[in-house]
């Protein structure tokens, strides 16, 4: 059934576990970063003259986008094509597509040798035209604000379903005048992933001797064009599929298996794209040369011959969980095919060797963990994705009973049936939207809720946000050693009892033990899950003040 | 720096309006212009001594770094790095050892300033802003820091992996020959009022020679001629990726893929890059047509899904 679809804000607690430990990840590439800038790119990488770019540019530029382009992707076919059931995926996508190039852009900054004159950029006077990486800089900046103009209409929802209706009509006014004004950007969203995503392809025509002959061709941006859409459907038909296993979002298989058709045939566009390429540039004659860059070209065209074929099948149409791996396969086929070309199969000449640092490798793992956080966050606090109505309905059944509806002013437990507003949870800091008067707060009676003032709620936002960004290394160093010290200390906190149990058990009469644990001699005397015999007890009465007396008599 | 930032700044606005107006040709071949000055390198006549190693450093203020120095710290640096602008390596090839040495090309159509962002690679005078003196003409590569931003793009471009980067630095800078355009003498005419490398005038057998690359290139045909035997019959850098400013004569026997050099085109890569990415643009005109479609299609099929949605709404 495709009807109306209603992002929900998704509430539940900001900093549980998954979101704590991604944190943590980021903390440590923090560290990393914050060492870079005082003592140079080199001193947390391996990367040198002829590697210049390491794994930072690659895989947090080029694939990070290449994810990304979710976004412009599913747009295309929402918007330009006007296949408007594809209308639920385009916030998740717009999300992962902002937080996708924020990142990239993020870690170009990190990158930077000398970022301290980026500024010239805003000169158009200043701009050498000829550089494929000016009109990449340029775009991807400008793209990462539309980007996130295109998640606006999320917080203007939220704004419209406020409680105080004058605030309410505020956030429908400017949601109404946002999307007057959306056309326009759309518009753009369309025209610079184009551009950019192309001349990302382009960025190697340059390097034409380092490049090995079979990535590099004149067809670089077409080729790389091509690889992002098809990296961002695949990535779009993941995210949807992550999100209905984490937070029960709603998963059109129809729609995502049609959807992932279009992906099959620019999968084959690609492949029979490059193979015609290399054939007409004569350039078979390499295939007959043993070389291991033959195994990354046979890997690659695997990954992206082997999905297409998926795609098209009434098998894998069917079932999510194979669509599922076929998307995957479709992603890592993208990335595999710009890694390669920027770093396994790209060759500066024979003095150079390159691995990545554990800098390196963990600035880029904590990049996506950051993503991963932030999306988690953003969808917690504002519509983006689209909730299963079952679940909806089951939310809504809970709250049908007649109840009494409090004036929460201070705290109640969870549970109580209350107003609708934007609750907190006060220990661990959660965060709940209760859409309707009566529906009950989440979790157990112990949990504490406390309404929070919608005008308050919406100041708080940037305010704790910009806190939490000037505090960041801080929070992020304590959040890490936290959770390494954490598991540190239970696992030592363990042995040690252990340890502890071995060598002085609880010893008692008649019983043999191999460790002390605890659970081996709970209430001795009593037979397991039998009745309580008085007989028995009688005796354990017996054996017990004859043992006390002797005890006292020595 | 003779240049303040201020009034670059108002070059930078002025030429600002400029850049917008003006279209970016299509990039022919680029031919070496008359003026252009190189180094001819006959690796015949190098006898391995390293005196242009070290002249080099002194004359561009470079320190000892004995961390990339041979097994036997005879040799030097090994290669190029960020204290070493020219460096002579000892190579074993087809035809026997042979000395080569390296530093910038000075390519006749650079990759690395086809590749810069913001002109901090330039040819001399050809740059977005005027270090101090520059002469349109001579082709020298220069570098300006203050227009840098160290994305290291021009790493990847260059086929010599001629830039360095200062990778230990918090504060780095690229580093590269840019023949000793600092050591030029305005009061003596040709070739020295442009660039006066420190390598060629320390070098005690004549190996390496600085002049009008015509000149040289003449010359490095002269000995070629009369020699035939001595020489290998190519000059490299006369066509190599579009040419080079610096040139180099082999010995007989002695392959330049040998001496470390990479196989290259005719064609520049710069072109062929400025070729791919600059066509589908046509001047401009592809993304705003592009917007114009993209911004009429969405607004109609708004309007469009708009109506259909009060339709729908007034049915029931």
């Known amino acids: 059934m495709r009807g109306e679809v209603h992002p929900r804000t998704v509430g539940g607690p900001l900093f549980d576990r998954p979101v704590i430990g991604l944190l943590a990840l980021f903390a440590v590439a923090a560290a990393v970063i914050g060492y870079r800038f005082a003592h140079g790119i080199g001193a947390v990488s391996n990367m040198n003259d002829g590697f210049t770019w390491g794994i930072w540019e690659p895989v947090n530029v080029v694939v990070f986008t290449g994810i990304g382009a979710g976004a412009y992707a599913v747009g295309l076919l929402c918007y330009l094509l006007n296949r408007g059931e594809y209308h639920a995926l385009v916030r998740p996508a717009v999300l992962l597509g902002a937080i996708a190039y924020a990142l990239g852009g993020a870690s170009v900054l990190i990158a930077l040798g000398r970022y301290w004159n980026l500024y010239w950029l805003v000169l158009p006077g200043m701009w050498n035209l000829s550089s494929v990486l000016l009109e990449v800089a340029l775009c991807v900046m400008t793209y990462v604000a539309v980007l996130w103009i295109e998640v606006l209409p999320a917080v203007f929802d939220r704004v419209a379903q406020s409680v105080s209706p004058k605030r309410a009509a505020w956030g429908r006014r400017w949601g109404a005048r946002l999307s007057r004004a959306m056309p326009y950007v759309i ?293 890490a050693l936290h959770a390494l010290l954490g598991g540190f200390l239970r696992a030592a906190r363990a042995l040690l009892s252990f340890l502890t149990s071995v060598l002085t058990p609880p010893w008692a009469a008649g019983r043999a033990h191999l460790s002390g644990d605890a659970g081996d001699d709970e209430e001795p005397g009593r037979p397991a899950g039998g009745e309580p015999d008085p007989q028995l007890d009688e005796l354990a009465r017996r054996i017990a003040s004859e043992r006390e007396r002797r005890a006292s008599g020595r | 720096m003779l240049v303040s930032r201020r009034s670059l700044l108002k070059g930078a606005v002025a030429a600002s309006a400029a850049a917008l107006a003006t279209k970016s040709e299509a990039h022919e071949k680029v031919e070496p212009s008359p003026e252009a000055v ?194 290998a019959p190519r000059i490299f850098g006369e066509q190599d990726g579009g040419g080079t400013q610096v040139l180099y004569l082999a010995a007989a026997g002695v392959s330049f893929r040998d001496l470390g050099f990479p196989d290259l085109p005719r064609e520049s890569f710069a072109r062929l890059s400025e070729r791919v990415s600059h066509a589908p643009y046509l001047e401009g005109f592809t993304p705003i047509a592009l917007y114009a479609a993209a911004a009429f299609v969405i607004r109609r099929q708004k309007k469009h899904s708009s109506q259909a949605h009060d339709e729908k709404k007034e049915e029931p």
């Open chain 1, 187 to 479: 518009a753009s969203a369309m025209v610079l992933p184009t551009m950019h995503q192309s001349s990302l392809g382009g960025l190697l025509l340059l390097a034409g001797s380092k490049v090995h002959p079979l990535w590099h061709t004149p067809f670089l941006p077409l080729l790389a064009l091509i690889s992002c859409l098809s990296m961002g459907f695949g990535a779009v038909v993941v995210l949807t599929s992550v999100l209905r296993f984490t937070w029960s979002a709603r998963h059109d298989q129809e729609l995502l298996a049609s959807m992932s058709k279009v992906n099959g045939g620019l999968l084959f566009l690609f492949a029979a794209l490059r193979m015609t390429d290399i054939a007409l540039r004569g350039k078979l004659r390499l295939f007959v040369v043993p070389d291991y860059h033959l195994i990354f070209f046979a890997v690659e065209m695997i990954l992206f011959l082997v999905p297409a074929g998926m795609f098209f099948s009434r098998r894998v149409e069917r079932n999510h969980r194979l669509l599922f791996r076929g998307a995957v396969a479709a992603v890592v086929a993208g990335a595999l095919w710009r890694v390669d070309a920027f770093i396994t199969c790209f060759n500066p000449g024979e003095r150079w060797h390159y691995h990545p640092a554990f800098g390196e490798v963990a600035v880029t793992v904590g990049m996506a963990a950051l993503g991963a956080a932030v999306f988690i966050l953003v969808s917690r606090l504002f519509p983006v994705v689209a909730l299963e109505e079952l679940h909806l309905r089951a939310k809504a059944a809970l709250t049908s009973r007649p109840v009494m509806l409090r004036r929460a002013f201070g705290s109640c437990p969870g549970g109580t049936p209350v107003r609708r507003g934007e609750y907190v949870r006060l220990h661990r800091v959660a965060f709940t939207v209760i859409h309707s008067d009566g529906e009950p707060l989440p979790s157990g009676p112990t949990t504490r809720w406390v309404r929070v003032p919608e005008a308050l709620f919406l100041l708080a936002v940037p305010v704790v946000g910009a806190l939490y960004v000037l505090a960041l290394p801080v929070v992020l160093l304590a959040t």
């Open chain 2, 38 to 231: 190189g180094m001819l390198y006959d690796s015949t006549r190098c006898v391995g001594c390293r005196a242009c190693v070290a002249a080099c450093k002194e004359a561009n203020h470079l320190p000892v770094d004995p961390s990339d120095f041979g097994p036997d710290h005879l040799e030097g640096p090994l290669d190029l790095s960020a204290t070493t602008k020219t460096v002579v390596q000892t190579r074993t090839t087809s035809g026997g050892p042979a000395f080569v040495k390296r530093q910038c090309m000075h390519c006749v159509d650079p990759a690395c300033v086809s590749a810069c962002m913001l002109g901090a690679l330039h040819k001399e005078g050809r740059g977005k802003r005027d270090t101090g003196g520059e002469k349109p003409g001579s082709g020298v590569v220069l570098y300006d820091p203050s227009l840098c931003v160290g994305c290291r793009y021009c790493q990847i471009a260059c086929a010599y992996v001629a830039p360095r980067f200062e990778w230990r630095k918090a504060f780095p800078r690229m580093v590269k020959c840019e023949m000793c355009h600092t050591r030029r003498d305005p009061n003596q005419g040709g070739a020295y009022a442009v660039a006066n490398p420190a390598c060629c005038e320390v070098c005690p057998t004549g190996a390496v020679a600085y002049g009008p690359r015509s000149a040289l290139l003449a010359e490095a045909r002269r000995r070629q001629s009369e020699e035939p035997t001595r020489y």
